[in-house]
Protein backbone atom coordinates (compact mmCIF):
# COMPACT_ATOMS: atom_id res chain seq x y z
CA UNK A 1 0.00 0.00 0.00
CA UNK A 2 2.85 2.67 -0.80
CA UNK A 3 0.27 5.76 -2.15
CA UNK A 4 2.40 8.65 -3.01
CA UNK A 5 6.28 7.37 -3.45
CA UNK A 6 9.24 10.05 -4.15
CA UNK A 7 12.99 10.12 -4.45
CA UNK A 8 15.40 11.22 -3.10
CA UNK A 9 13.85 11.85 0.27
CA UNK A 10 17.44 14.53 0.28
CA UNK A 11 19.13 16.16 -2.11
CA UNK A 12 22.35 18.74 -2.33
CA UNK A 13 23.02 20.17 -5.80
CA UNK A 14 25.22 23.42 -6.93
CA UNK A 15 24.02 26.23 -9.00
CA UNK A 16 23.69 25.25 -12.63
CA UNK A 17 23.21 21.51 -11.84
CA UNK A 18 19.98 19.51 -13.58
CA UNK A 19 18.42 16.65 -11.45
CA UNK A 20 14.82 14.96 -11.70
CA UNK A 21 12.94 14.65 -8.58
CA UNK A 22 10.24 11.58 -9.09
CA UNK A 23 6.91 10.75 -8.14
CA UNK A 24 5.27 7.44 -8.59
CA UNK A 25 1.67 6.52 -7.15
CA UNK A 26 -0.10 3.30 -7.18
CA UNK A 27 -3.60 3.77 -6.97
CA UNK A 28 -4.32 5.08 -10.57
CA UNK A 29 -5.24 8.82 -10.23
CA UNK A 30 -5.41 10.77 -13.01
CA UNK A 31 -5.03 14.14 -10.80
CA UNK A 32 -0.80 14.68 -10.37
CA UNK A 33 0.97 17.80 -9.12
CA UNK A 34 4.28 19.14 -7.72
CA UNK A 35 4.20 21.82 -5.15
CA UNK A 36 6.77 23.72 -3.41
CA UNK A 37 6.97 24.26 0.52
CA UNK A 38 8.92 27.57 2.22
CA UNK A 39 8.74 29.28 5.54
CA UNK A 40 5.70 30.97 5.41
CA UNK A 41 4.24 30.66 2.15
CA UNK A 42 2.67 27.19 2.55
CA UNK A 43 2.18 25.15 -0.70
CA UNK A 44 2.48 26.66 -4.09
CA UNK A 45 1.51 24.06 -7.10
CA UNK A 46 4.30 24.04 -9.68
CA UNK A 47 2.70 21.90 -12.30
CA UNK A 48 -0.05 19.46 -12.69
CA UNK A 49 -1.35 17.07 -14.79
CA UNK A 50 -4.77 15.80 -15.40
CA UNK A 51 -3.47 12.48 -17.33
CA UNK A 52 -0.92 10.84 -19.37
CA UNK A 53 0.35 13.16 -21.70
CA UNK A 54 -1.42 16.66 -20.54
CA UNK A 55 0.57 18.83 -18.17
CA UNK A 56 -0.23 22.47 -17.32
CA UNK A 57 1.44 25.33 -14.80
CA UNK A 58 0.33 26.14 -11.74
CA UNK A 59 1.36 29.41 -9.86
CA UNK A 60 5.40 29.06 -9.76
CA UNK A 61 6.53 27.12 -12.75
CA UNK A 62 9.36 29.06 -13.58
CA UNK A 63 12.30 27.26 -13.70
CA UNK A 64 10.73 23.27 -13.46
CA UNK A 65 9.55 20.84 -16.67
CA UNK A 66 7.55 17.88 -15.89
CA UNK A 67 6.05 15.00 -18.30
CA UNK A 68 3.53 12.59 -18.16
CA UNK A 69 4.32 9.43 -20.06
CA UNK A 70 2.48 7.23 -17.67
CA UNK A 71 -0.81 7.19 -15.10
CA UNK A 72 1.79 6.23 -12.72
CA UNK A 73 4.79 8.30 -12.54
CA UNK A 74 5.14 12.52 -12.94
CA UNK A 75 8.78 13.45 -12.74
CA UNK A 76 9.83 17.60 -11.71
CA UNK A 77 12.94 18.43 -13.77
CA UNK A 78 15.25 21.56 -12.62
CA UNK A 79 17.38 22.10 -15.89
CA UNK A 80 19.82 24.63 -13.95
CA UNK A 81 18.74 24.78 -10.43
CA UNK A 82 19.20 28.08 -8.53
CA UNK A 83 19.54 28.92 -4.94
CA UNK A 84 15.80 30.31 -5.09
CA UNK A 85 14.34 26.62 -5.59
CA UNK A 86 16.05 25.64 -2.32
CA UNK A 87 12.63 24.07 -0.97
CA UNK A 88 10.47 21.55 0.43
CA UNK A 89 8.65 19.27 -3.45
CA UNK A 90 5.96 17.43 -2.22
CA UNK A 91 4.17 15.31 -4.93
CA UNK A 92 0.56 14.63 -4.79
CA UNK A 93 -2.04 12.56 -6.79
CA UNK A 94 -5.72 12.15 -6.75
CA UNK A 95 -8.74 10.81 -8.50
CA UNK A 96 -10.36 12.57 -10.79
CA UNK A 97 -13.87 10.03 -10.12
CA UNK A 98 -15.21 13.05 -8.62
CA UNK A 99 -13.77 16.56 -7.47
CA UNK A 100 -14.90 15.81 -3.46
CA UNK A 101 -11.47 13.16 -3.55
CA UNK A 102 -8.88 14.73 -1.46
CA UNK A 103 -5.18 14.76 -2.16
CA UNK A 104 -2.06 12.37 -1.30
CA UNK A 105 0.97 13.13 -0.67
CA UNK A 106 4.17 11.83 -0.98
CA UNK A 107 6.37 12.33 2.02
CA UNK A 108 8.75 15.12 0.02
CA UNK A 109 11.76 15.55 -0.89
CA UNK A 110 14.15 18.12 0.56
CA UNK A 111 16.33 20.32 -1.90
CA UNK A 112 19.48 22.82 -0.95
CA UNK A 113 21.13 24.77 -3.79
CA UNK A 114 24.34 25.98 -2.83
CA UNK B 1 -10.83 34.23 -7.70
CA UNK B 2 -10.47 31.53 -5.15
CA UNK B 3 -8.27 31.92 -2.12
CA UNK B 4 -7.91 30.13 1.42
CA UNK B 5 -7.05 32.75 3.84
CA UNK B 6 -5.72 30.82 7.68
CA UNK B 7 -5.80 34.20 9.83
CA UNK B 8 -3.18 32.60 12.60
CA UNK B 9 0.39 31.42 11.37
CA UNK B 10 1.61 30.43 14.65
CA UNK B 11 -1.21 28.78 17.87
CA UNK B 12 0.63 27.73 20.92
CA UNK B 13 -1.41 26.68 23.55
CA UNK B 14 -0.84 24.26 26.98
CA UNK B 15 -1.71 20.71 26.61
CA UNK B 16 -5.19 19.90 27.66
CA UNK B 17 -6.89 22.96 26.63
CA UNK B 18 -9.29 23.60 23.67
CA UNK B 19 -7.83 25.04 20.24
CA UNK B 20 -9.48 26.53 17.19
CA UNK B 21 -7.44 26.92 14.17
CA UNK B 22 -9.50 29.40 12.00
CA UNK B 23 -9.76 28.56 7.82
CA UNK B 24 -12.39 31.36 5.33
CA UNK B 25 -12.11 30.92 2.07
CA UNK B 26 -13.87 32.62 -0.75
CA UNK B 27 -15.26 31.14 -4.15
CA UNK B 28 -18.04 31.86 -6.61
CA UNK B 29 -18.70 28.79 -6.79
CA UNK B 30 -19.79 25.28 -4.15
CA UNK B 31 -16.40 23.79 -2.84
CA UNK B 32 -15.07 21.07 -0.83
CA UNK B 33 -12.91 21.52 2.17
CA UNK B 34 -10.53 19.51 3.73
CA UNK B 35 -8.00 20.02 6.69
CA UNK B 36 -4.22 18.66 6.65
CA UNK B 37 -1.71 17.83 8.90
CA UNK B 38 1.59 17.81 8.81
CA UNK B 39 3.97 16.20 11.43
CA UNK B 40 7.85 17.52 11.22
CA UNK B 41 9.77 16.39 8.58
CA UNK B 42 6.61 14.16 6.97
CA UNK B 43 4.17 14.87 4.00
CA UNK B 44 0.94 16.36 4.78
CA UNK B 45 -2.31 13.48 5.72
CA UNK B 46 -5.82 14.40 5.20
CA UNK B 47 -7.29 15.00 9.01
CA UNK B 48 -11.11 15.64 7.60
CA UNK B 49 -13.56 16.84 5.15
CA UNK B 50 -16.60 17.76 4.18
CA UNK B 51 -18.16 17.68 1.25
CA UNK B 52 -21.88 17.68 1.94
CA UNK B 53 -24.40 16.72 4.44
CA UNK B 54 -23.79 17.51 8.06
CA UNK B 55 -22.12 20.89 8.58
CA UNK B 56 -19.90 19.41 11.80
CA UNK B 57 -17.37 16.72 10.71
CA UNK B 58 -15.31 14.60 12.61
CA UNK B 59 -11.82 13.01 12.60
CA UNK B 60 -10.42 9.60 14.66
CA UNK B 61 -8.31 11.65 16.75
CA UNK B 62 -10.82 14.03 18.45
CA UNK B 63 -10.40 16.76 16.04
CA UNK B 64 -13.81 18.50 14.58
CA UNK B 65 -13.98 21.45 11.82
CA UNK B 66 -17.58 23.24 11.02
CA UNK B 67 -18.71 24.53 7.15
CA UNK B 68 -20.73 27.75 7.68
CA UNK B 69 -21.45 28.39 4.54
CA UNK B 70 -22.58 31.93 5.35
CA UNK B 71 -19.20 32.94 6.73
CA UNK B 72 -17.35 30.79 4.25
CA UNK B 73 -15.49 29.31 6.89
CA UNK B 74 -14.31 25.72 7.90
CA UNK B 75 -12.48 26.26 11.23
CA UNK B 76 -10.96 23.05 12.94
CA UNK B 77 -11.05 22.84 16.70
CA UNK B 78 -10.50 20.13 19.16
CA UNK B 79 -12.06 20.55 22.98
CA UNK B 80 -8.60 19.38 24.56
CA UNK B 81 -5.37 18.92 23.07
CA UNK B 82 -2.46 16.92 23.47
CA UNK B 83 1.72 16.90 23.13
CA UNK B 84 1.30 14.70 19.85
CA UNK B 85 -0.59 17.10 17.96
CA UNK B 86 1.90 19.80 17.68
CA UNK B 87 1.69 20.04 13.75
CA UNK B 88 1.84 22.05 10.91
CA UNK B 89 -2.48 22.32 9.69
CA UNK B 90 -3.34 23.27 6.18
CA UNK B 91 -6.86 24.23 5.35
CA UNK B 92 -7.76 23.55 1.48
CA UNK B 93 -10.44 23.69 -0.92
CA UNK B 94 -11.16 21.78 -3.76
CA UNK B 95 -14.09 23.52 -6.42
CA UNK B 96 -16.60 21.30 -7.81
CA UNK B 97 -15.81 22.82 -11.40
CA UNK B 98 -12.03 22.19 -11.70
CA UNK B 99 -9.28 20.05 -10.61
CA UNK B 100 -7.03 22.19 -8.35
CA UNK B 101 -6.70 22.49 -5.05
CA UNK B 102 -6.21 25.67 -2.88
CA UNK B 103 -4.20 26.04 0.28
CA UNK B 104 -4.21 28.24 3.10
CA UNK B 105 -0.38 29.28 4.15
CA UNK B 106 -0.49 26.48 7.09
CA UNK B 107 -0.93 27.03 11.11
CA UNK B 108 1.63 26.17 13.01
CA UNK B 109 0.21 24.60 15.87
CA UNK B 110 2.84 24.05 19.23
CA UNK B 111 1.35 22.27 22.92
CA UNK B 112 3.20 23.36 25.44
CA UNK B 113 3.88 20.72 28.59
Known amino acids: NAGVTQTPKFQVLKTGQSMTLQCAQDMNHEYMSWYRQDPGMGLRLIHYSVGAGITDQGEVPNGYNVSRSTTEDFPLRLLSAAPSQTSVYFCASSSLDSFNQPQHFGDGTRLSIL | AQSVTQLDSQVPVFEEAPVELRCNYS??????LFWYVQYPNQGLQLLLK??????LVESINGFEAEFNKSQTSFHLRKPSVHISDTAEYFCAVRLNTGNQFYFGTGTSLTVIP
Open chain 2, 50 to 55: YLSGST
Open chain 2, 27 to 32: SSVSVY
